[in-house]
């Protein structure tokens, strides 16, 4: 038993990129799971100084206009260094063994909260600010790279609310906005889930969860992939990753834009 303090690194992930059936049954059953040490302290500290660098050079352009977070997004097309995180294999085979279909990137994004960052992110869904059809399973994986408390942000989830379809989107800024959708939701339990450097949290599009404050005097990074359906297609609606596009409604998400990530 270590003596020192310091816990040593532990992964749920096996040699061939496989987590544990009780992993997948968890994801299934409640709409999200952790996963302990999908990236080891090397990747985490290589990935985590090209992300900082990225950030650096690029917070003005981030998607959000407000204080809840920095967010840049299609980062894997722009930086080769988090591009090979975005695309990690590691991840994808993760990713596509709870999901149990085959997978490609919709897009990733980075999710930054600054410094005594007080705002917090809203209970939402992902799926509906998506322009998706034939779709039959989509999903995020957040990778944290610094450790991330409940103080610096870390997410929370209500589990088993991925079974729920057809809302419309939510405002990231309204804490009631999900419940006054169904009100039933308010009673779920909310289960928090820190991480550390290195560990993700996978869940489905459709289950809800927001992202707490960050008190902290260190910004919480995180590197989010996200995976849709192989055979999703372009539902025609509005959004800032197909909108230059020049797509109809229909068409097929894929090609270089929406890869296959290697496994």
Not at 41 to 48: C, I, P, T, W
Request: proline content about 7%; glycine content about 6%; some cysteine.
């Amino acid at each position: 038993m270590a003596t020192s303090g310091v816990l040593e690194w532990q992964s749920d992930v096996d040699r061939a990129g496989r987590v544990a059936p009780e992993l997948v049954e968890r994801y299934r059953s409640d709409g999200f799971v952790r996963v302990r040490g999908v990236l080891d302290d090397e990747e985490v500290a290589r990935f985590r100084t090209a992300a900082a660098g990225f950030l650096e050079a690029h917070r003005s352009e981030s998607f959000a206009k407000d204080k809840v977070f920095t967010q840049l997004v299609n980062v894997w097309r722009q930086d080769a260094t988090v591009g090979e995180l975005t695309l990690h294999p590691r991840l994808a085979a993760v990713a596509e063994q709870l999901a149990g279909i085959r997978l490609r990137i919709w897009h990733d994004h980075m999710l930054v909260k600054e410094p005594h960052n007080e705002v917090a992110t809203e209970f939402h869904q992902d799926r509906p600010y998506w322009p998706h059809t034939e779709d039959r399973h989509s999903l995020s994986a957040w990778v944290a790279l610094v450790d991330v408390p409940p103080e610096r942000g870390c997410m929370s989830f209500l589990p088993g609310t991925q079974t729920l379809t057809g809302f419309r989107p939510q405002d990231l800024h309204n804490e009631e906005d999900l419940f006054t959708l169904d009100p039933e939701l308010r009673w779920l339990p909310r289960v928090t889930v820190p991480l550390r450097a290195g560990d993700c949290t996978f869940h489905s599009s459709y289950t809800g969860h927001m992202a707490l404050a960050n008190r902290t005097d260190q910004a919480r990074i995180a590197h989010v992939a996200i995976y849709m359906d192989a055979e999703t297609a372009y539902s025609g609606t509005s959004h800032p990753v197909t909108d230059p596009l020049g797509l109809a409604p229909g068409d097929r998400l894929d090609g270089p834009m929406f890869p296959r990530p290697a496994r």
